[in-house]
């Protein structure tokens, strides 16, 4: 069964970094998502992509993030400069019909 | 914005007993979607529902769509451990196909064996 992928599964970085999360949607999917979930608190929308643009973002998502799909099978979220509260696990999701698909996640610690 | 809460935010129960989340939306939905995420997982999705008043059953697991598309439930009928979880609904507001989940704010399911 088609999954999605995300690499790494655990980041480790200082404040101040930039960080590189990647994902692999399922293949013939066409909207594209980025999630984050602080420790035990509920999944947060960040940004929707489709058709190569980004669709609609939260304001989560600000200047420090921006997402990319570099070739035809990946699909990027960078992080420009990493805060202490950027801890999270981000998941990556992509959606066909009615259901969204979401990737086991990467878990991202800043120190 | 909008607001997606659930209630309630921890429930135990013993093996064998029938659980309920309840889920409520500030806004009018498209439709609503139910996620589970066990423990260290991510959100795998259970169902969506459309229609206003409609009520989909998945073996013991029973889930309902208020009237007014505001609210929505979900029902477990004799728990088993497999049920252990953060059950999560997720609000819908379509736009073109661009299909945002707006999460609750989850219910976290342990059983007592």
């Known amino acids: 069964e088609p999954e999605v992928t995300q690499t790494p599964s655990h980041q480790v970085t200082q404040m101040g970094q930039e960080v590189i999360l990647r994902c692999v949607p399922i293949?013939?999917?066409?909207?594209f998502y980025w999630y984050r979930q602080i420790l035990g608190q509920k999944v947060e929308f960040l940004v929707s992509?489709?058709?190569?643009?980004?669709?609609?973002k939260s304001e989560i998502f600000d200047d420090q993030f921006s997402v990319e799909r570099p070739d035809g099978s990946n699909f990027t979220l960078k992080i420009r400069s990493t805060k202490l509260e950027d801890s999270a696990m981000y998941f990556c999701a992509s959606y066909m019909r009615y259901e969204q698909f979401f990737g086991p996640g990467t878990r991202l610690t800043v120190l | 914005g909008q607001q997606v809460m659930q209630i309630p935010q921890y429930q135990h129960v013993q093996e064998g007993e029938d659980f309920t989340t309840y889920c409520n939306s500030s806004t009018t939905l498209s439709n609503i979607q139910w996620y589970k995420q066990r423990p260290g997982g991510h959100p795998v999705f259970l169902i969506q529902l459309v229609k206003s008043g409609e009520v989909k059953k998945q073996k013991r697991l029973t889930f309902q769509f208020g009237e007014a598309k505001k609210n929505s439930s979900l029902h477990i009928t004799a728990t088993q451990t497999t049920d252990v979880g953060t059950y999560f609904c997720?609000?819908?507001?379509?736009?073109?196909?661009?299909?945002?989940?707006?999460f609750g704010t989850g219910t976290r399911l342990t059983i007592i064996p």
């Open positions: 293949s013939n999917h066409l909207y």
């Open positions: 997720a609000g819908v507001i379509s736009n073109f196909g661009n299909e945002k989940l707006t």
């Open positions: 992509f489709y058709n190569n643009e980004i669709s609609e």
